[in-house]
């Protein structure tokens, strides 16, 4: 979809907070063409409260941008996911300089963050600002339960990628995770959404999918994951 036809569905689908990809949002856009997509945003009821997956680097001052744009938008959050660890040095000083938080993206098995262990290595080292963008549907691909995941992070999961994988084996026991309907995987979502209850967590849940067919027609793949959610939590 480009931009207008997000707007569009948002609206058809009763969704007010977007997480926006640099397709439809471009940081490094002028800043005219920003102000004119908030101001169609703000018209419609629309919220971007965040955008990502940003790719960002050792460079401080181009890592700037992302903060600069954020700001422009009225984002208190942006979604990361450094290759290089010795970007953090800069992207903490931004943090502090700029009071928005950075979420760390996950994906699978064999990425830099695929390993909770890492993220939570991060963590110890940088300042609370600095959190987690739980990605469920990577996190159980990779074997892990989510609910322990979540739990593992403590108070520092500031957005989660709402999704759901199953993962299946082929003929030469490879595995490979692929999506599904959220609820309808490999995730314990009554387990994760007790521990959210549990810990009066407040932040969004971005119904997301890598599938390429999901994504042709994503229609009911949102709407049965929007009653999903209103079951397992009782809000919206």
């Known amino acids: 979809m480009n931009f207008d036809q997000v707007v569009d569905f948002a609206v058809k689908h009763g969704i007010t907070h977007i997480q926006f990809i640099a397709a439809h949002l471009d940081p490094n856009g002028t800043k005219e063409e ?3 997509k908030k ?9 971007a409260y965040s955008f990502g997956v940003n ?3 050792t460079d401080k001052e181009a890592n700037r941008k992302l903060f600069e744009f954020a700001k422009l938008m ?9 290759r290089d660890m010795a970007e953090w040095d800069n992207l903490e000083q931004l943090v502090k300089e700029y009071d928005i938080k950075l979420a760390i993206h996950n994906h699978g098995r064999g990425t830099v963050y695929g390993d909770p262990a890492t993220v939570k290595k991060v963590l110890a080292e940088r300042d609370r600002r600095i959190g987690v963008c739980l990605d469920i549907g990577h996190v159980v691909g990779a074997g892990f339960d989510a609910a322990e995941v979540f739990r593992g992070y403590d ?8 999704k759901d994988k199953t993962v299946q084996t082929d003929a030469k026991g490879k595995a490979t995770p692929v999506d599904t309907e959220i609820g309808k995987g490999d995730t314990k979502y009554a ?3 007790a521990e959210i209850k ?4 407040s932040g969004v849940m971005a119904i997301e999918t890598d599938s390429k067919a999901f994504a042709e027609d994503p229609n009911q793949l949102v709407a049965e994951a929007k009653k999903f959610f209103a079951a397992g939590l009782g809000k919206e």
Request: charged letters at 25%; a positive charge.
């Open 39 to 47: 101001a169609i945003l703000d018209q419609k009821g629309l919220v």
């Open 74 to 82: 009225g984002m208190k959050l942006i979604i990361v996911e450094p």
């Open 34 to 36: 920003s102000l004119r």
């Open 191 to 193: 387990a994760l959404f």
């Open 155 to 162: 108070d520092r999961v500031y957005d989660m990628h709402f």
């Open 198 to 201: 549990k810990s009066n967590w």
């Open 55 to 57: 790719r960002t680097s």
